[in-house]
């Protein structure tokens, strides 16, 4: 499925080729520069990015989701290091691995969600996880596709995601108990549309985040682009 998924937005996957039980894929090659060492870059504003470079990316990012959202293809591990940049342009990589690992690790190989998916839980970050993936619920759907989405945008406006950049300890204990931190808290002049979209995606009840990808788009319409700054 992720193969089919064709976006602009998406890094291309080219071929799935198989060598007896291996499996692999190819895809184009990537940007070199991801969002993480843009932010990474910008130490000097303490990781914060400006704020038409936060909504470029945020646009471009929520564009690949609802693509593979609309293709059945749900990423599962989204976070910094998989957002590759030319520019404000997005190429999101690694889509359809963490869903293919949870798949492989099943018995009967199949696609549903009543298996645990431990391997995958392992395989991300605990800060972009969505709590539910962090307890065992899930390990790759929509729903945690949008917090980790709501997690990425309130980083690069912040600095740091809503919980710190390893949710460890006891900032892993209150990802999961308490609402995040308001962004705009920790900066000033973030349009509301734009701080109501993120703290939506960070709802720790997966029924109250936007619906899947496709919603992202159009609520990311309603921010009126800020100077940068």
Not at 16 to 38: D, K
Not at 60 to 65: K, V
Not at 148 to 175: H, N, S
Not at 221 to 227: I, S
Request: aromatic share 4%; proline share 9%.
């Amino acid at each position: 499925r992720a193969a089919h998924v064709r976006s602009p937005h998406v890094l291309p996957i080219l071929e799935v080729p198989a060598n007896g039980e291996a499996l692999c894929f190819v895809t184009a090659r990537a940007p070199i520069e991801s969002l993480a060492t843009r932010l990474d870059g910008a130490r000097g504003r303490q990781r914060q990015l400006p704020l038409a470079e936060v909504l470029a990316i945020a646009r471009g990012l929520a564009a690949a989701l609802a693509d593979a959202h609309a293709h059945g293809v749900c990423h599962g591990d989204l976070r910094p290091r998989h957002v590759r940049l030319v520019g404000t342009e997005v190429l999101l990589t690694r889509l359809g691995l963490a869903g293919a690992l949870h798949a492989a690790q099943r018995p009967d190989g199949g696609d549903a969600a009543d298996h645990p998916p431990s391997t995958i839980v392992a395989l991300g970050s605990p800060a972009y996880l969505s709590p539910e993936q962090l307890i065992g619920d899930v390990a790759v759907d929509a729903a945690s596709d949008v917090y980790a989405f709501g997690t990425i945008v309130y980083e690069m406006l912040a600095g740091e995601p809503p919980f710190g950049r390893t949710a460890r300890g006891g900032a892993l204990g209150r990802k999961l108990t308490q609402a995040a931190p308001p962004v705009t808290e920790r900066r000033d002049g973030v349009p509301e549309p734009l701080a109501a979209l993120v703290h939506a995606c960070l709802a720790r009840a997966p029924v109250d985040r936007p619906a899947g990808g496709a919603a992202l788009p159009a609520w990311l319409n309603q921010v009126v682009a800020a100077p940068a700054g």
